[in-house]
């Protein structure tokens, strides 16, 4: 059982009612490097040795990511899917905090590169980069509008080279299942509203992966129907118990296709980008309304395009005009539950990791907020994200714990 590890986690990490990302040790930024490590590759710090004590001569590592699943939420569904309460017996499960920002944006970059997202730069969600006077989606690399950025290319979103370089130079193969495709590794593609098509592409990956062998599988569906219903509704219920099963199927299929030896030899990990915590979409403060009115303050892109769009709902990226920065930050110190972080604060406290880039620097917002519990926007121009429920991207612990489990193939026979 996790729950003495997780506990202890917390009360290291914990900053009040809130929790601080563990960058030195037991962190979601060094699973990458573990992984690496594992196939006899190096791609930067690893977990603390407790995290893997026994899975000496792994010659295959499968990962599977459940978006939004966090520590709280295996703990609260692992009573109604037998696969989590299976996997713990046969394996042991580590508690991680994951980074800040507890967003995918930022986590996945951080997990293809194995760096920090004050390296990388990609400070949630949603981006301003200054350079390029552009504000976009980091994932899918789109503008509000729908259209693609002008000021800058894909590969300029995250300032950071992937880990699959220096695993393939080891003599590592990667194959990722996912529901887009990737570079730099073997991908295997499937619809992601329909999760009966992820076994096909997952069976693919097992069968053509030639050890040593990395294999990646991303479940983003957990995420996406928690935003909408919450995480304490049938629908979110219904979603992880089928994604779970779609994952119960994969491990049949790898044992299907393991002989005894490669089961000893390879290691299966259940992990997340972040948790979540369920917001009230009645009283997730409006940015654009009183006692806020933020619009007419922020600074805007050439064309006289405020900048909204920077951080997210969770993790809001103030871009202010200069004269305004103090009067904003005491409106909004008054009137919310939240931290409201300057700029120097963020910096010194290595909030985002240390060593902040360039890149990081200049995206990041005069102001930081961070709401305790609910999620903070402008209803008047993206205002579906006040109407999420389940929301993450801040410090709240059920947002920063997640799993790190671990079994080897043989003891899930």
């Known amino acids: 059982m996790f729950d003495a590890d997780a506990q202890a986690l917390r009360e290291r990490q914990s900053d009040g009612e809130y929790l601080l990302p563990a960058y030195d040790d037991w962190c979601f930024s ?33 990962v599977f990511l459940v978006d939004g699943f966090g520590l709280a939420q295996w703990d609260g569904e692992r009573d109604r899917i037998p696969f989590l309460w299976e996997f713990e017996r046969a394996g042991r499960v580590t508690p991680l905090t994951t980074v800040f920002p507890s967003e995918t944006a930022a986590a996945l970059n951080t997990f293809h590169s194995g760096t920090l997202p004050a390296e990388h730069g990609v400070i949630g969600w949603y981006v301003y980069d200054p350079d390029a006077d552009e504000q ?26 992937p880990i699959y370089p220096a695993l393939a130079a080891a003599g590592v193969e990667t194959h990722h299942v996912t529901p887009f495709p990737s570079a730099e590794t073997v991908p295997h593609t499937y619809d992601s509203e329909d999760l009966s098509t992820f076994s096909d592409a997952f069976t693919e990956a097992a069968e053509e992966a ?23 509704s049938s629908e ?80 809001v990226h103030l871009h202010l005009k200069e004269d305004r920065i103090d009067p904003v930050y005491e409106t909004l110190t008054a009137e919310l539950d939240a931290r409201v972080l300057r700029r120097r604060e963020i910096l010194d406290a290595g909030l985002f990791g240390p060593d902040p880039s360039e890149t990081f620097t200049r995206r990041l917002g005069d102001l930081v907020v961070v709401h305790r519990d609910l999620g903070v926007w402008y209803g008047d121009e993206d205002g579906g994200k006040l109407d999420f429920v389940a929301m993450h991207g801040g410090l709240h612990p059920d947002e920063m714990l997640i799993p790190f489990a671990t079994a080897t193939l043989d003891s899930l026979r």
């Open 136 to 161: 976009f989606e980091a994932l899918p690399f789109l503008k509000s509008d729908g259209t693609r950025p002008e000021g800058l290319d894909f590969e300029d979103v995250a300032d950071a080279d």
């Open 236 to 315: 979110y219920r219904e979603t992880a118990a089928e994604t779970f099963d779609r994952v119960a199927k994969a491990v049949e299929t790898l044992v299907e296709t393991t002989d005894e030896d490669g089961a000893g030899e390879t290691l299966v990990c259940v992990t997340a980008d972040h948790g979540l915590v369920d917001t009230d979409p009645e009283r997730n403060p409006d940015l654009s309304k009183p006692p806020f009115d933020l619009v007419s303050d922020l600074r805007t892109l050439t064309d006289g395009t405020p900048i909204r769009f920077s951080g997210s709902p969770r993790n």
């Open 30 to 62: 060094r699973i990458p490097g573990t992984v690496a490590d594992l196939l006899g590759a190096d791609a930067g710090p690893r977990l603390p040795a407790p995290a893997t004590d026994g899975y000496d001569g792994v010659s295959r590592v499968v």
């Open 210 to 232: 030639a050890d040593p062998s990395y294999i990646f599988a991303y479940l983003p569906q957990t995420d996406a129907v928690a935003h909408a219903e919450g995480v304490d």
